[in-house]
């Protein structure tokens, strides 16, 4: 069973930055097609980052420029560098599988907030 693991959220100030890690503790998941999720209060959940074949990313409009998706598959980990961090950026991330490899079960998530 998946088991996704989030990490390294807090709190920043804006214009700071964060880099969250995400790892399939039961090694399912591969790494060579996955992405970042964010939910914040009131809102759906949305795509933020995907990767896949370990190199060709993709990134919603409001953070292009600004994050970037990477992996490591010595260590089977996810990673999202976020910089330039803005107040709208605040909610809680998350990491799963992208497309054919999406599974519908989340992990607990790593809250970002944003705020001065």
């Known amino acids: 069973q998946v088991r996704l693991v989030e990490s390294g959220g807090g709190l920043v100030q804006p214009g700071g930055s964060l880099r969250l890690s995400c790892t399939d503790s039961?090694?399912?998941?591969?790494?060579?097609?996955m992405a970042w999720y964010r939910q914040a209060p009131g809102k759906e959940r949305e795509l933020v980052a995907a990767i896949t074949g370990g190199a060709r990313t993709h990134y919603a409009d409001s953070v292009k420029g600004r994050f970037t998706i990477s992996t490591d598959k010595v260590r089977k980990t996810v990673y999202l560098q976020m910089n330039g961090l803005k107040p709208e950026d605040t909610a809680v991330y998350y990491c799963?599988?992208?497309?054919?490899?999406?599974?519908?079960?989340w992990g607990q998530g790593t809250q970002v907030t944003v705020s001065s």
């Open positions: 799963n599988g992208y497309g054919s490899v999406f599974r519908n079960t």
């Open positions: 039961a090694n399912i998941l591969s790494v060579n097609a």
